[in-house]
């Protein structure tokens, strides 16, 4: 921490993307799990609050879980009225208070510059929202490589990312053959929207 404020979200904004690479998650919904929501021993995050409206279960894997371990861990020592309430937070500053969106977006551009990554700016990324797309890619390219057929995968991805219509789905999957040649074998004329023409 480069200075002593206790409002800092540097606590929790690692764990934060993380989870938002991982699950497709939405910033927002991410930051209004409670403690009540997070079932690490069956291995899924209860989503209340969405976007849609419309609650749903989010499998974690054996990594992440770990991960969330050791952030509560470490989050539960703090002396911090109430922290380990059911109707508590989740992500919490080092004071305790609500990790609101905008500390998660500060820490994440700070991120881009140490890294050296330019940041282009007017909704053209690298933004949070960017880790969403990127783990919905990922999860169709991890289904088609352990043979999962592709148009069968995307309403699998459709429902862990909360969206109404494969169509909002589409957006975020759109593939080129020149990233992934060995995908365009398993892809039937039916789902060729996936792969654009360039």
Same mark, same amino acid.
């Given at each position: 921490? *480069?200075?002593?404020?206790?409002?800092?979200?540097?606590?929790?904004?690692? &764990? $934060?993307?993380?989870?938002?690479?991982?699950?497709?998650?939405?910033?927002?919904?991410?930051?209004?799990?409670?403690?009540?929501?997070? #079932?690490?021993?069956?291995?899924?995050?209860?989503?209340?609050?969405? #976007?849609?409206?419309?609650?749903?279960? &989010?499998?974690?894997?054996?990594?992440?879980?770990? &991960?969330?371990? %050791?952030?509560?861990? *470490?989050?539960?020592?703090?002396?911090?009225?109430? $922290?380990?309430?059911?109707?508590?937070?989740?992500?919490?500053?080092?004071?305790?208070?609500?990790?609101?969106?905008?500390?998660?977006?500060?820490?994440?551009?700070?991120?881009?510059?140490?890294?050296?990554?330019? *940041?282009?700016?007017?909704?053209?990324?690298?933004?949070?929202?960017?880790?969403?797309?990127?783990?919905?890619?990922?999860?169709?390219?991890?289904?088609?490589?352990?043979?999962?057929?592709? *148009?069968?995968?995307?309403?699998?991805?459709?429902?862990?990312?909360?969206? #109404?219509?494969?169509?909002?789905?589409? %957006?975020?999957?759109?593939?080129?053959?020149?990233?992934?040649?060995?995908?365009?074998?398993?892809?039937?004329?039916?789902?060729?929207? &996936?792969?654009?023409?360039?």
């Amino acid at each position: 921490m *480069y200075d002593r404020h206790m409002s800092n979200a540097l606590f929790c904004v690692p &764990v $934060v993307l993380r989870l938002l690479y991982s699950t497709g998650l939405r910033v927002s919904e991410a930051l209004s799990i409670k403690n009540v929501d997070v #079932k690490l021993e069956k291995g899924y995050i209860h989503i209340r609050k969405t #976007k849609n409206g419309s609650e749903r279960i &989010v499998p974690i894997n054996d990594n992440l879980n770990g &991960v969330l371990q %050791q952030y509560i861990s *470490y989050r539960d020592r703090m002396p911090i009225s109430r $922290v380990c309430s059911p109707n508590s937070f989740f992500f919490i500053k080092s004071d305790g208070t609500y990790c609101n969106p905008q500390s998660v977006y500060w820490s994440f551009r700070k991120l881009l510059a140490e890294c050296g990554i330019p *940041y282009i700016g007017n909704h053209h990324g690298p933004r949070v929202h960017d880790l969403r797309h990127t783990f919905a890619v990922h999860a169709m390219v991890q289904m088609a490589h352990n043979s999962h057929d592709l *148009y069968s995968s995307l309403p699998v991805i459709s429902a862990c990312l909360g969206h #109404k219509s494969l169509f909002a789905t589409e %957006q975020y999957v759109r593939l080129t053959g020149e990233m992934y040649p060995e995908l365009i074998s398993q892809c039937s004329p039916i789902n060729a929207f &996936v792969y654009p023409k360039i």
